[in-house]
């Protein structure tokens, strides 16, 4: 059983918006650091967001800094990453990840969904 499901990936123009989901199944995410990092063709898995287990403190990549906005759920175990002002350089695959650190750096400890498709066309 796949701990994080995202949805709500897609293609969009240059400019437009999406909303992705990610549920984590089980109470214990819901004390977890969640959030989101993205992998494009040929390049490294990069982080994008993260948000600590109360919703109250977010990091966010330079590059999607002012575009994109992490939320938290009531019930903590879903998060919610509003993509605005989309561009072309943020097409990839969309990962929803959770673990202990804020910033999620420690990859291989990270629980890990099984990735979303964003696709921005020019």
């Known amino acids: 059983q796949v701990p994080l499901v995202e949805s709500g990936g897609g293609l969009v123009q240059a400019g437009g918006s999406l909303r992705l989901s990610c549920a984590a199944s089980?109470?214990?995410?819901?004390?977890?650091?969640m959030g989101w990092f993205r992998q494009a063709p040929g390049k490294e898995r990069e982080f994008v967001v993260s948000?600590?287990?109360?919703?109250?403190?977010?990091y966010y990549a330079d590059s999607v800094k002012g575009r994109f906005t992490l939320s938290r759920g009531n019930a903590k175990n879903t998060v919610y990453l509003q993509m605005n002002s989309l561009k072309p350089e943020d097409t990839a695959v969309y990962y929803c990840a959770a673990g202990l650190d804020s910033r999620l750096s420690n990859l291989q400890q990270n629980y890990w969904g099984q990735g979303t498709q964003v696709t921005v066309s020019s």
């Open positions: 948000i600590n287990w109360s919703g109250t403190s977010t």
């Open positions: 089980g109470r214990a995410f819901s004390s977890y650091v």
